[in-house]
């Protein structure tokens, strides 16, 4: 059997990675490859690091591995790549297997780093690959359908150093129907949404809930969707009489329902991640929405009459955002009374059409991929200068939490430090650009 080693890396400079909830990809993974009996250990290096920056030395799990599999998002995607070289020198037996949603859209950089490059979902490939590792080489391709309900329960105790979590996520569905312009989710998966029966989500709360746990966060990319589904399991979760705090991220369209939101909050629910994305009507069009200024209004209000909080997302920088665009978006959120809110910066991931339309406009600005994290400038935007939109984003995480509890302001502060200090370099290389290349940041 084999020694199996798995990397979640971490982003470099996203001072905004306060919230330790562990990619489902890897612990699939892991698990399934446990039950075989192979010796598994996961790493989250937001919780636990696989390689010590300070000396150099990889954790001694991962140098003597049989086998490494590093998850590369494109924020993350360069740490995977040092990550690899240097296993390579610490323990060049090791097969080095590389999968995520940045490689499968380009695979030739992993290549360079790594014996296997694995595009799409990898959950029950990973188990040839470890198996049979004289079969596959290269780039291969994923799972081309994967049963969620044949995926078992996550093992949260293969993650090393995890010593307590405080919300368990857990996976209803997988996919999106929709195909928002700068979402990779349907390039990833295709515009299939695949769904967990109810029996096999309820085996799976109640493991957890067997195991102590009490929060759990609904780890889909859109939640709801298929209304009956989700109704009829919510209702054994009423009719057993459960008692556990869950939340999720939605689109708009969830609340036109008032009768599931009544039952979502009988059940639990009490806080609701709800892609906003913007109060610019023009912006809704150029994203693909497909929702309007007044379907947000109403998601706000009828989730707040359930008794639902509300965790407003919206995305700055779109070709019709000005210089007022995000003092227009503070102000609806205090409007709406938004319980919370995130705010990110338009990000051209490679593979979204987004990232095709600006290559050919010749407005992306690095391919330094650490800085493609939702909090970096990386493109020429239309209406305002990059540094310009850049002190938007801060200044929109400042504003709407000046009047917040003081837990909420004292965390959004404390971030905004730590993004400010992690990124100096950052901010004086945007602030002199051209003159300078943020490729060297």
Known sequence: MAKVALI??????????????????????????????????????????????????????????????????????????????????????????????HVSFVPFEAQRVADVVVTGECDRRIVEIVENPDSLQGVIAGDSFVDLDSLPAPDLGLIKGLRNIRWVPIATSRG??????????????????????????????????????????????????????TQQWLEEVVRRGWRFRWSAQARVEIARDEELLRLMARSGCYYLFIGMESVNPDALRDYRKRQTLEDIRSCVRRLHRAGIRVHGMFVLGSDSDDEGTALRTVRFCDEEKIDTAQFAILTPFPGTDLYRDMEAQGRILTRNWSLYDGTHVVFEPLRLKAIELQRQFLWAWKRFYRAANLKAFLISRYLLGRWQALNRKFLSALQAWPARSLDEV
């Open 8 to 101: 979640e890396p971490r982003a470099e400079f996203n001072g905004y990675a306060l919230f330790r909830l562990p990619l489902l990809g890897l612990l699939y993974m892991g698990t399934i490859l446990k039950q075989r009996g192979h010796e598994v250990v996961i790493f989250v290096e937001s919780i636990h690091p696989a390689l010590d920056d300070r000396t150099g030395r990889l954790d001694p799990e991962v140098e003597s591995a049989d086998v490494v599999g590093l998850s590369g998002m494109t924020c993350t995607v360069q740490r995977a790549y040092a990550l690899a070289r240097r296993i390579r020198e610490r323990n060049p037996r090791a097969r080095i297997v590389m999968g995520g949603p």
């Open 176 to 229: 999106c129907p929709y195909d928002c312009r700068f979402c990779s989710v349907t390039k990833m998966f295709g515009r299939r949404y695949r769904l967990r029966s109810p029996e096999g989500i309820l085996a799976e709360i109640e493991q957890r809930l067997g195991e102590g746990h009490r929060r759990f966060f609904f780890y889909d990319d859109n939640f709801g969707i298929d209304r009956q589904r």
